[in-house]
């Protein structure tokens, strides 16, 4: 027996107005992204285009003065790599002491980290970009998938 939930005082185009609301909310929450000490996991970047891919993410700075910037890209199979403020990357030893500042600067309250803008079609997906800030003397990060879209 199949039975069909109503939404009593909202109607269906009620409900749908209900829907976008939420809708939007989730989007704006999930583009309100920061870094934690502990590490958090941000939402991922699908690239539709790999020949001609541009990755980057807007980070919250939640009032703090940052420091230091870094980036950290792992592909499969493969060890980290630390992009350095020419934005080349090379072999990192997971030291965070090792770390090279990228010198990326906050406006708005907020970072825009630039990973890494290239052709990506020879890589095997996803890869794993860890941001990194350091402010008043502790380093936040998060971490996040570049996935290969359809």
Known sequence: MT???RFHGFGRSGFLVALAILVCIWNVAAAQERLQ????RLSPVMLSDVTAAVVSKQI???????????????????GALMRDRAGLFQPWDRAPAHLPDNGFTAAGGAMQFKVLNQDLSRINFPLRVTLYYRAGGQMKFGYFDVVQGN
């Open 37 to 40: 000490p502990a590490g958090v």
């Open 3 to 5: 039975r069909m939930i």
């Open 60 to 78: 919250l700075l939640d009032g703090d003065a940052v420091d230091t910037s870094h980036v950290v890209v792992q592909f499969p199979g493969a």
